[in-house]
């Protein structure tokens, strides 16, 4: 491609709204331009990195043994209704109405629809395994798209979907996609972790992982082991849990009567920590929620979180919230921030591990401006359930081994992989006949990719003060040819014998014949980002140009047979 003739329309100043390094040189190498917020237009060289990428997901997806179809992206209401998830998806459905006043929604996701097309297609057990893909736009109504291609509104999606005839057969269709997507984040170049997840509103009845890519933009939280290979997000993260060593279970059986404090005004732990000048550690705090409609207390160290997810999974709750202030008044006849276990009421309390390995904490008293000393866990109030109910933190101890500690890391989520189980099957009504001639529901998986996402992610990892360095597997071109001059005639001479001879090899080659100077062409070069950039220049005469890597800024001379070769070399 001449690069004269190729919109790639480069920027030198990002604009003021870009705030991520990937949105920034997503519109300032003229690889995208924003339509509205979250909805983008992918120019030609956005356009080539994302053939590229869905090149090698069609590769691993085909090697293994899924088939690709194309589902329609406007899904009739009916199928969301069937499975429940019409009313339950939130404000992110893009729901519309045809002409007729029928009930549509721009596709966010495909479970609905790969479903139905299983209970019409997959009558028997001599048709599974199938696994079932398509890479498609995806409509979801973000409340605050941001970040370019990170938060987005439209944004490209592989969503792949699996279909056996008992768990034994998902657990193998999961791995075939786990290693798949191991081996296509790979190609791509990103540094990323597979994470232990929680379902979400995609739901499952089985594991699932995240696909993170590291980078400090990235929304979501990684625990991971220093030591072994344990990783999840900080939603799904377990920790060693503290057990209480015998010595200090004797003192606590030897316990007084809690202590009483005036503490006035002191409703926080931060406002407790300056007011008695102790750790946060040494409190408990006690939030009280609303479970499926029924009050409970949770307790947490008070330098700890409450994990609502984990909570809410434990408790097998539809629903959680916390409890508004005048619930809270009536359970405790105190003002908010008061709360405590002891003597609490017909309130069941659940207590985090780290909790419960305390010889003694600091309480609410459920009296305005009090708290309580000296409780002791166990003796004082009584927990109708221990878990582990906080986020995790780092430096806690790793729940898989026992030497390893979790270390925090900031990821982007670029792939999904979940265990659906019959979620999906039994409430569609979806079913095979199996080998005994019963009818059965299909064991699902669901397997989703950020196609788009992944340009970001990729810009995120990939860059340097001047701009793009792109992993050669998934450049826009493998090479950049630079005449300094396109009005020398051995110069240009040269820069098209090299141009058609690498194109016939099969390189992709952009090459920059437009009438600028040297450090324009220099700066946009480093800019795109192409992996290898060829300048022709004074050596032209003698057959001798000039090469640089745009990775690792490495230089050098060559003949124009050595640079081709290398050239081609790097593409086998």
């Not at 009421?345 to 780290?354: L, P, T, W």
């Not at 003694?360 to 009090?370: H, K, L, P, S």
């Not at 000296?374 to 109708?384: K, S």
């Not at 397997?447 to 860059?463: C, F, K, W």
């Amino acid at each position: 491609m001449r690069q004269s003739q190729f919109l790639v329309p480069t920027l030198r100043e990002a604009p003021s709204d870009a705030e991520a390094a990937s949105h920034k040189l997503l519109l300032r190498a003229g690889l995208a331009r924003q339509l509205a917020a979250g909805v983008y237009t992918y120019l030609p060289a956005g356009r080539r990195v994302l053939r590229k990428v869905e090149k090698i997901v069609r590769e691993e997806m085909d090697a293994a043994g899924a088939q690709e179809l194309l589902m329609p992206a406007m899904q009739p209401a009916e199928l969301w209704k069937e499975s429940g998830r019409y009313k339950v998806y939130g404000p992110e459905l893009i729901r519309l109405k045809d002409r007729h006043d029928r009930e549509f929604a721009l596709g966010p996701t495909h479970e609905e629809v790969i479903t139905g097309i299983a209970r019409s297609e997959l009558g028997s057990y001599r048709q599974l395994p199938a696994t079932l893909y398509q890479i498609q736009t995806k409509f979801r109504d973000e409340k605050r798209p941001r970040y370019g291609l990170l938060r987005g509104r439209e944004f490209l999606m592989k969503d792949a979907y699996s279909f056996d005839a008992d768990w034994d057969g998902l657990d193998r269709s999961y791995k075939r996609m786990f290693d798949a997507y191991n081996r296509i984040f790979s190609r791509i170049g990103l540094n990323f972790r597979a994470v232990e997840a929680d379902a979400g509103s995609i739901g499952g009845e089985g594991g699932t992982h995240e696909f993170m890519a590291l980078a400090d933009i990235g929304e979501d939280t990684i625990a991971a082991c220093d030591q072994c290979g344990y990783a999840a997000n900080l939603e799904k993260a377990e920790y060693g849990a503290a057990v209480a060593d015998e010595q200090r279970l004797e003192a606590a059986q030897t316990a007084k009567e809690p202590i009483k404090l005036h503490t006035p005004g002191a409703r926080t732990i931060d406002e407790l920590v300056q007011s008695l000048g102790l750790d946060a550690s040494r409190f408990i705090k006690t939030l009280l929620y609303i479970a499926d409609g029924k009050p409970i207390a949770v307790l947490v160290r008070g330098d700890h979180e409450v994990n609502e997810i984990k909570l809410q999974n434990a408790l097998g709750a539809a629903s959680l919230a916390l409890a508004d202030k005048e619930t809270v008044e009536g359970l405790t006849k105190a003002e908010t921030g008061f709360a405590g276990p002891v003597e609490l009421g017909a309130v069941s309390i659940m207590a985090d591990h780290a909790v419960m390995a305390m010889t003694e904490g600091i309480v609410g008293a459920n009296e305005t401006d009090f708290h309580l000393a000296e409780v002791r866990p166990g003796i004082h109030f009584i927990a109708a359930a221990s878990g582990d109910y906080r986020n995790a933190v780092q430096g806690d101890d790793c729940p898989r081994c026992e030497a390893g500690k979790l270390q925090f890391h900031r990821g982007i989520e670029v792939g999904h992989v979940f265990k659906l189980g019959t979620k999906y099957s039994e409430k569609l009504s979806a079913t095979f006949i199996d080998a005994s001639g019963k009818e059965k529901p299909f064991i699902m998986g669901c397997y989703g990719i950020g196609v788009s996402r992944l340009l970001s992610a990729v810009l995120e990892q990939h860059n340097d003060e001047n701009g793009i360095c792109w992993p050669l597997e998934i450049a826009p071109f493998g090479v950049h040819i630079i005449p300094v001059s396109v009005k020398d005639s051995q110069q240009m001479e040269l820069a098209e014998k090299l141009y058609e001879q690498l194109t016939k090899a099969g390189i992709d080659v952009l090459m920059d014949d437009r009438d600028e100077r040297p450090g324009v062409k220099f700066k946009d070069s480093d800019l795109i980002g192409i992996p290898l950039r060829i300048v022709i220049g004074k050596g032209a005469s003698e057959g001798i140009v000039e090469w640089k890597r745009r990775l690792t800024g490495e230089t050098g001379t060559a003949t124009v047979q050595e640079a081709l070769a290398a050239a081609i070399g790097e593409r086998q």
